[in-house]
């Protein structure tokens, strides 16, 4: 035997291994976990090919057998939900009594894909940053109870570039200032920039080193298969200007940060970084199977030999593209020839520290920059990698359908289908359940669909919509009927302990109204990200703003007609949350309403009209943020999260700001502003309110004065304000409305006045 074949086999063993300690006892301590008590279960793992599980109930005992762990938490928890008796949420669980069980057999429940998959890179800013243990462990239960087994597993890498860089000879200065802020960490590791709100604290670092450990430990031993970061080719500027031989280029300027530098894979110093971090990663957290290298996240690859193209690129679907029209001047061999090397040469730099592991990418890019990745563009890239050792995540299918078919699959790829469905864990209420059936149903019966390997949801933020990700996984799991009225009512039954007519037929109206929307459109308007108008920065168009997705008659139909039903439900904390949930959705379109008609009237110089509109917005915005204190995040909680990672008091006030500064200004010099907006107690009266406020004082001036608002002038004022607020130092507070129900009937009221 070859000491090459010796490393491999010895590399497969241990990728193996993992797999190998898997027990019942990992299942029966999830659903333990979960509030489902061991004597009432039994479970029993078998090997097979395929996920699956079959699930017996009898004598009110659960009896499942399964293919991993994390096949008999899903068959349990489907079982028992079928049933009324559980639900597990982000918002909260159910568990219902385990007696009185009816006697059923699942039969043999398979996943029509070999993987699900779970998470986006972007999660781990714009939700996980300050999460601990007791949060993940929650997270990684809830993973297994939607059947989920290939979760991105991007925390603690901060310990290995680190100790990466500092091997490279960066001093503790260079370090310092390398790693940007907490909650911005996913787009330095994707080279869109570096050192943003820099130093990054070591005692950050450290806790997340220790959190990946039990992270990964827990999801191995649910029989789970992580991704796990690799090296894209990004390298520091002081380790860029200490090897000015290397064929290092300077990137574009993503949403306005500084270039970052980036390392050709044809360069021999590639090869020897990329295993290095392997080799330190794996001897701190142990092997992986599965490698995420990205390395044109927003980015444009360097076509021109001396990468002189891509430093001065635009980029993405609304602008034009001048690497690609640079690149266009080049003869298409000469392209080709480059992005098949990198892509071979990105492969390699896996494959040859871990033998046996697979390239993992996001297909992201394929979408969003079409004037640059042609399909001819994609098919070079792709063409010299093994086509069992890549895995292509195509995570925007609800956004940018159809790059798979484009491609013929991939071109025979191992791939993955998803929706990204959330932005920036940004919430307004939509995701499409029946979008989601048709689309699967028809993907699983093209033909054309080549080695289609899994099934994900890559959400860049959580906690909200979570219907839609309770719909998607079982659409990935098929055991019931997934028409919409039967599903909402085993949904119903097992997240509120009841169900009947009148409640599925307001859930339908719901669904029509709010929930059958793919993808959020007004997020992005006129070059200015925010949920909503009034999540934006004021400006003058205003009244141009469009009408929100969905039908609003239909929605508010639903949402009176659950405030009809709230006396049978009075019990059930989801119920009464999801109604929260559904009147702030729609107060905040009332307020968009408002705001438009008052921008208006300001300009057309009706000052009255223009007074009692903004009237009407202070009223309902303050109603909204006393509503919505009660609800799983707040402006508050976010913040006492973010202190709670500290352990000084600088540390504490650093990171204040920085889960401040993510949630409103963001950072750069492009467009970033907003784009991770929420509907939050305490942003709705405190931030954006008097922005708002600010901006219709400027504009009832104005039309006192017969002259427009000099809406850049006001721009430089309200940015000097936006910063001064995230450096404020503020307390924040928020409860849950005594009578939450009486609360929501109120706000209701406020929205139908004409």
């Known amino acids: 035997m070859t000491r090459r074949h010796a490393t491999a086999l010895l590399a497969g063993l241990l990728l193996a291994t993992p797999a190998a300690s898997q027990t019942a006892a990992d299942a029966h301590a999830a659903l333990a976990r979960l509030g489902i008590a061991s004597p009432n279960v039994s479970v029993t793992l078998i090997s097979a090919t395929d996920a699956r599980y079959r699930v017996q109930t009898a004598r009110d005992r659960v009896t499942v057998t399964a293919s991993s762990p994390v096949a008999a938490v899903r068959g349990v928890t489907a079982a028992l939900g079928k049933q009324g008796r559980f639900h597990a949420s982000w918002e909260g669980n159910r568990v219902g009594t385990l007696t009185g069980l009816t006697t059923q057999d699942s039969g043999w429940v398979t996943s029509p894909f070999g993987f699900r998959a779970y998470l986006n890179t972007c999660t781990y800013g714009y939700t996980t940053p ?21 979760p991105l597993a991007m925390e603690g890498q901060e310990f290995i570039w680190r100790a990466l860089w500092r091997e490279q000879g960066l001093h503790e200065a260079q370090l310092g200032q390398l790693f940007a802020g907490a909650p911005f960490l996913p787009w330095e590791r994707m080279g869109n920039m570096a050192g943003y709100r820099a130093p990054l604290s070591s005692n950050w670092i450290e806790k997340k080193r220790v959190l990946q ?30 090897h000015p031989e290397a064929r290092i280029y300077r990137m574009r300027e993503w949403e306005g940060f500084p270039g970052t530098y980036w390392l050709d894979p044809s360069d021999p110093l590639f090869a020897k970084l990329a295993a290095r971090f392997l080799k330190l990663y794996t001897a701190e957290y142990g092997p992986g199977r599965y490698y995420l290298a990205d390395a044109f996240n927003e980015m444009v690859p360097p076509i021109a030999d ?14 034009a593209n001048t690497a690609a029209t640079r690149a266009a001047a080049l003869p298409p061999t000469v392209r080709d020839a480059r992005l098949a090397a990198y892509g071979k040469r990105l492969y390699a730099s896996i494959a040859d520290a871990q033998p046996g592991a697979t390239w993992v990418m996001q297909g992201w890019l394929f979408g969003a920059d079409k004037e640059f990745w042609t399909r001819d563009a994609i098919a070079a890239f792709l063409r010299d990698v093994p086509d069992q050792r890549m895995l292509i995540l195509d995570i925007g299918n609800d956004r940018y359908p159809g790059i798979w078919k484009q491609t013929n699959g991939f071109d025979g790829k191992d791939w993955i289908y998803g929706y990204v469905h959330n932005y920036g864990g940004s919430n307004p209420i939509y995701g499409a359940p029946d979008f989601y059936r048709r689309d699967i149903a028809a993907l699983l019966a093209d033909p054309a669909r080549g080695r289609v390997r899994g099934f994900g949801m890559f959400p860049e933020g959580l906690h909200n919509n979570s219907l839609a990700y309770d719909y998607a996984f079982d659409a990935a799991w098929p055991g019931g009927d997934m028409a919409l009225g039967p599903w909402l009512d085993r949904y119903a039954r097992a997240r509120y302990g009841q169900s009947d007519e009148a409640l599925v037929a307001a859930w339908r109206d719901v669904v029509a109204g709010v929930y059958d929307v793919r993808y959020w459109t007004p997020r992005w308007w006129n070059q200015r ?25 239909k929605a508010r139909a639903g949402i009176e007609a659950l405030l009809g039903l709230a006396d049978r439900h009075r019990d059930s904390t989801l119920f009464r949350y999801d109604l929260v949930d559904l009147v702030r959705h729609e107060a905040s379109l009332a307020l968009d309403d408002h705001l438009k008609a008052a921008v208006a009237a300001y300009q057309r110089g009706d000052v ?146 004409p």
């Open 213 to 242: 450990k039990q992270i990964l430990a827990r999801m191995r031993a649910l029989g789970m298969t992580p991704i796990l970061p690799a090296f894209a080719g990004y390298v520091p500027e002081a380790f860029a200007k200490a």
């Open 306 to 319: 001396d990468g002189s193209d891509t430093a001065h690129a635009s980029y993405g679907d609304s602008t």
């Open 608 to 753: 009255a009209a223009g007074d009692r509109a903004a009237a009407r917005i202070t009223s309902l915005a303050r109603a909204i943020d006393r509503l919505i204190g009660g609800q799983q995040e707040t402006l508050a909680s976010w913040i006492a999260d973010a202190r709670a990672y500290g352990d000084t008091p600088t540390e504490r006030r650093r990171f204040e700001e920085d889960a401040k500064a993510q949630v409103t200004v963001w950072g750069g010099a492009g467009h970033l502003g907003d784009y991770a907006s929420k509907a939050w107690a305490g942003l709705y009266a405190d931030y954006y309110l008097p922005r708002w406020t600010m901006y219709l004082s400027e504009a009832r001036a104005a039309a006192r004065a017969g002259r427009p608002v000099d809406d850049a002038a006001f721009l430089k004022r309200l940015h000097a304000w936006e910063m001064r607020w995230v450096a404020d130092g503020r307390s924040y507070r928020a409860a849950a409305p005594a009578d939450a129900v009486g609360a929501a009937r109120a706000v209701m009221a406020q929205v139908a006045q």
């Open 130 to 150: 300050w999460w601990n243990w007791a949060r993940w462990e929650r997270e990684i239960d809830l993973m297994a109870v939607h059947g989920v087994d290939m």
């Open 529 to 553: 990200a925010g949920a909503y108008l009034f999540f934006k920065r004021p400006a003058a168009d205003a009244p141009t703003y469009p009408a929100s997705p969905g039908d609003r008659v």
